[in-house]
Each structure stands twice: as C-alpha cells, then as structure tokens.
C-alpha cells in the first residue's frame, strides 16, 4: 500500500536550514565584536595608568574572516612593559589586567552566540 504523506510546513523548514550557514556567520562576527569590546573595557578599567601609556596602547583586533578576536598591546614601545606589569619582575609586583578581563568574559561568548544566532535566525 503506497500513500503519500504530507508535511505541513516542510518549505519554510528548509528556507530555514538555507538560512543556517549565513545566520552562524553573523552571530559569529557580532559575538566576535561583542566580546572584544567588553574585554577591552575590562582590561582598561584594571591597568594600572602611572603614566598613560600602557593604556592608550590597548586594543581590539577583529578579523571576521578568520573568526578570531584579540585584545592586547602591540606596539612595540609598550609590549615589553606590558608583559612586565601584567606578570610582574623579580623588582615589581604583578600587576594582571588582560588575563582577568579574559577571565571575566570568558562565560559571556556561548551565551552571547546562542543568543545572536536566534535573533539572525528570526527567533527574536
């Protein structure tokens, strides 16, 4: 006994799965940015401002291509200091501001992408 078998809403099902790979982009990319920024705020608020400099040489770096975000010092003026401050010397105190501000937002990037992603899927 052949039948035929109708599934209701079977169309607008795979416009969804269509929309999965460009939805998981997107979150991605706002995650990415999301995560950078609060990170660096974090770690601007913890570094210690003697003189400015360190900080003003903090910053994000994003690139959506690769997926991939980074918060630190590279200049090179400052990138031997700021090893120094956040790790400490045998004449100085550590004094860690980006590895606790990685810490801190560490938890917020499987909530934050879950959530993005259900927003550029239509699930608000």
């Known amino acids: 006994m052949a039948g035929r078998i109708r599934v209701d809403g079977l169309r607008e099902a795979l416009r969804a799965i269509e929309r999965i790979p460009q939805a998981m982009?997107?979150?991605?990319?706002?995650?990415?940015?999301?995560?950078?920024?609060?990170v660096l705020g974090t770690a601007e608020?913890?570094?210690?401002?003697?003189?400015?400099?360190?900080?003003?040489a903090l910053e994000e770096r994003v690139n959506d291509h690769f997926?991939?975000?980074e918060v630190g010092v590279w200049d090179p003026g400052e990138l031997e200091y700021a090893m120094y401050v956040e790790k400490g010397t045998s004449k100085m105190?550590?004094?860690?501001?980006?590895?606790?501000?990685?810490?801190?937002?560490?938890?917020?990037?499987?909530?934050t992408y879950r959530a993005a992603f259900r927003r550029h899927m239509g699930g608000g």
């Open 67 to 69: 997926g991939r975000a």
């Open 45 to 56: 608020d913890r570094v210690p401002r003697d003189k400015g400099n360190l900080w003003q």
């Open 93 to 111: 105190d550590d004094q860690p501001y980006l590895v606790p501000a990685f810490n801190e937002h560490r938890a917020q990037v499987t909530r």
């Open 25 to 38: 982009r997107e979150a991605r990319t706002e995650t990415l940015h999301e995560w950078a920024e609060n």
